[in-house]
């Protein structure tokens, strides 16, 4: 499965990359890299969350 994330981001990334630069306006490239923050911190997040313990420490 983490393969097929890694691959899955790959494709989003050069994705993302590719709209980037079809955008002319400025502020439309910073609302890009703000989404594009915002589903980093959450991807970063979740991946912390699922890391840690579910119940109390031993």
Same mark, same amino acid.
């Given at each position: ?7 899955? /981001? ?6 993302? /990359? *590719? @709209?980037?630069?079809?955008? %002319?306006?400025? #502020? /439309? ?7 594009? %923050? +915002?589903?980093?911190?959450?991807? *970063?997040? +979740? &991946? @912390? ?7 109390? #420490? &031993?």
């Amino acid at each position: 499965m983490k393969d097929e994330d890694i691959a899955l /981001n790959s494709v989003l990334g050069l994705e993302l /990359n *590719r @709209v980037f630069f079809a955008v %002319r306006q400025t #502020a /439309n490239k910073q609302k890009i890299i703000e989404f594009a %923050r +915002e589903v980093l911190q959450s991807e *970063r997040a +979740e &991946s @912390v969350n699922s890391l840690l313990p579910e119940g109390p #420490a &031993s």
